[in-house]
């Protein structure tokens, strides 16, 4: 079975902290994906990031930067320098590596409210 | 771009209505997905399609049945609706050989039943 869980459900910071969230999952397949998606408010998800369980690289973006750490089923997403916009709920999801109808499983999801 | 879109942002229905949620692709994606979104569970998967006429269930399809009679379309119907499907309903789309597993999302329709 496939599991993905976020334990912090809502996080509220200051503009320009930094802010960690945590993602941790689990599953008995050797080869999947992870992904990270962000909802703002008007409801729309939006791709963020994937990673694949051979690429153990930490990948930075911008003010976005990703932690894959297999050792210990983790995968972290930090923004520096939060800004307003960056408040939304944010979704860590997993699925093996096949090919067809891929079955995304989600975490329960981060309120990420960031305060001017 | 791809583009999800579904039928209506927000609706309100009374208890024992059947209820229809369109959702329309426009990328020619063979895969498509319906997930209902609750606080503090995330996203679950109801049923996908990964062609026309076929249909697979998701983890939770009770209560609800879906119809795809064109690659673009896919369709969520509650036959009965009820208060506890009271819930955001999401739509995706992606590609059967995409081997990233990427899947584009809709706005959702937050539905309610009194």
């Known amino acids: 079975a496939q599991k993905v869980t976020q334990a912090q459900t809502e996080i509220s910071v200051v503009e320009k902290e930094d802010v960690t969230l945590d993602c941790v999952y689990e599953?008995?397949?050797?080869?999947?994906?992870l992904f990270w998606y962000k909802q703002p408010p008007s409801g729309e998800l939006v791709f963020l990031i994937r990673?694949?369980?051979?690429?153990?690289q930490n990948e930075i973006s911008g003010r976005y930067s990703w932690n894959f750490q297999k050792s210990t089923s983790s995968f972290n997403f930090t923004i520096t320098a939060s800004q307003v916009v960056d408040s939304a709920v944010y979704f860590c999801?997993?699925?093996?590596?096949?090919?067809?109808?891929?079955?995304?499983?989600f975490g329960q999801g981060t309120r990420l409210t960031i305060n001017p | 771009d791809v583009k999800v879109t579904q039928s209506s942002r927000y609706l309100v229905k009374r208890t024992g209505e059947k209820v229809f949620l369109e959702c329309v692709q426009d990328m020619d994606h063979e895969n498509m997905f319906w997930y209902r979104q609750d606080p503090g569970l995330g996203l679950r998967l109801i049923y996908f399609s990964y062609d026309v006429k076929m249909k697979e269930k998701g983890d939770i399809p009770e209560g609800y049945s879906v119809s795809r009679e064109k690659k673009e379309r896919f369709s969520l119907i509650l036959e009965s609706a009820s208060t506890n499907q009271t819930s955001m309903y999401l739509c995706?789309?992606?590609?059967?050989?995409?081997?990233?597993?990427?899947?584009?999302f809709g706005p959702g329709t937050r539905l309610t039943v009194l």
């Open positions: 995706a789309s992606s590609l059967w050989l995409q081997d990233q597993g990427e899947q584009f």
């Open positions: 999801a997993l699925r093996p590596i096949i090919q067809g109808a891929q079955k995304l499983v």
């Open positions: 599953t008995r397949d050797t080869t999947y994906y």
């Open positions: 990673r694949n369980s051979f690429d153990e």
